[in-house]
């Protein structure tokens, strides 16, 4: 290889948990094809990473996408809801947080999606897993809204479009016509949330109509798992034994847990082996809800755990900026793993596991991998997770990101595109419409009518 095949060279990279000096990472058609020391002259486009930490992309393998910056259209009782009460009322708070999807209409919730995808390119997440509700209120919107961002960011940041049951299937009839519906139009992942049914029986039923739909379209699985504080809660294991059932090991993946917090332990070391065998990950977003799966429990026994941004500006949760630095900064106080060790393995929480969790085929820094890199203005991960700044530059596909387009694009300033929102739903929805139809990544100022003032808000 010389350097005049190159496409990118990263210079003055520092690689983690590597005390050598500073590499050069070469990139030719979309992948990492050397790594080493003072590699060639010269490439079609240089980055000098002046000595700054430069590692795989973040992945966030859990964001309710479709809901994103819909706060402020909510009253507070479903967020009370869900974070009150040890969690004991976390089924009237999704009950709850569903009165808005009487207003769902793919033409608004798009530039939202487009918005919070600029701001995951920002911050280097360059894979999304990302939920669309599919129910009587919410029909196909939300489907068809990120699946048309999904469309537009291919290439920059990947999505993966869950059709996700939010309401159930059993106790809302219909829901399971439309999640036919959705994955024949393009969804990607089968999405279900058997514990929300009202009895055990119809939780199975939800998890087997998951798994039928997912063998027909050969898609792989997300399920939101026992998500309130009842310990009697089980349809993490219903899962896991289906899994195996159905050989669809590695392929379904659970996320929340929560009621894990208070299993007994002897049941949790059984559940982790089952949780094994059907290689199964788990995510936890611990900043969204007061209790969360025992990250470190099953860390010791072995199973594959991640860290997702769950929530941006919804019912459940008031913040969020698709930044999984700040997701493991608030991960490392929450689940109190603050030393050497356990800081590098949030940052392993955030990038390899949950690539792993969601199947990325070549992910990783090593020749032959896709070329998905982040370069960090800071030195190590200690300094990357206290500043948890967005990354200096953002590598896709072998592709330097233009971050100017994406602040452009994620521009609108939170708080008046919220309140706008709120006030006209109908107004805007037109002219985002028509640039959706277009098919092209459109400037969410024009879209979200007009608001944007520039001042970019992955850094705010
Ligand atoms: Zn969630």
Redesign the pocket.
């Known amino acids: 290889m010389t350097s005049e095949t190159l496409d990118l060279l990263v210079r003055n990279a520092r690689l983690r948990r590597v005390a050598a000096p500073l590499v050069d990472i070469g990139v030719a058609d979309g992948r990492i094809v050397a790594i080493g020391e003072g590699l060639g002259a010269s490439a079609r486009d240089e980055i000098d990473a002046e000595g700054g930490l430069v590692t795989e992309s973040f992945v966030n393998p859990?964001l309710?996408l479709c809901k994103a910056w819909t706060l402020p259209m909510m009253d507070g009782a479903a967020l009370a809801a869900y974070h009150g009460a040890g969690m004991g009322k976390a089924l009237q708070a999704i009950d709850l947080a569903s009165a808005i999807k009487a207003k769902y209409d793919a033409a608004w919730i798009a530039p939202n999606a487009r918005r919070a995808t600029a701001l995951a390119a920002l911050h280097g997440v360059l894979h999304i897993r990302a939920f669309a509700d599919v129910d009587n209120k919410a029909r196909l919107e939300g489907v068809k809204a990120l699946i048309a961002v999904r469309d537009e960011f291919r290439g920059v940041v990947d999505l993966q479009v869950v059709a996700f049951a939010q309401d159930g299937l059993v106790r809302e009839p219909g829901a399971d016509r439309l999640m036919e519906e959705a994955m024949a139009i393009g969804a990607d992942v089968v999405g279900g949330i058997p514990w929300i049914e009202f009895c055990d029986d119809d939780a199975r039923e939800h998890i087997a109509f998951c798994f039928d739909l997912a063998a027909k379209h050969d898609a792989d699985i997300s399920m939101?798992l026992d998500d309130a504080g009842d310990p009697g809660l089980r349809t993490l294991e219903m899962m896991a034994t289906e899994t195996l059932r159905r050989g669809w090991s590695g392929r379904a993946l659970a996320?929340?847990c929560r009621a894990m917090a208070l299993y007994p332990s002897p049941y949790l070391q059984r559940l982790s082996g089952l949780l094994r065998k059907a290689r199964i990950s788990v995510v936890s977003?611990p900043h969204t809800g007061p209790l969360h799966a025992r990250v470190r429990d099953l860390i010791e026994e072995g199973v594959n755990v991640c860290l997702g941004q769950?929530?941006i500006s919804d019912a459940y949760y008031p913040f969020g900026r698709n930044n999984m630095l700040e997701v493991a900064f608030l991960a490392a106080h929450l689940l109190w793993m603050t030393g050497r060790d356990d800081l590098e393995r949030l940052y392993d929480m955030t990038t390899v596991a949950p690539a792993n969790a969601i199947n990325l085929a070549r992910y990783g820094l090593a020749v032959g991998a896709q070329a998905n890199l982040v370069v960090l203005g800071e030195p190590d991960v200690v300094e990357a997770l206290r500043f948890h700044a967005p990354p200096r530059h953002v590598v896709s596909h072998g592709r330097r990101v233009d971050l100017a387009r994406m602040r452009e694009l994620a521009a609108a300033s939170a708080g008046d595109a919220l309140d706008k929102n709120a006030a006209d739903l109908r107004s805007r929805s037109v002219g985002a419409d028509a640039t959706a139809r277009q098919g092209s990544v459109v400037d969410p100022a024009r879209a979200l009518g007009g608001m944007g003032n520039g001042s970019g808000g992955a850094t705010g």
Do not use: I
Request: aromatic share 0%; hydrophobic share 10%; glycine share 0%.
């Open positions: 859990h309710h939101l996320h929340h977003d769950d929530d």
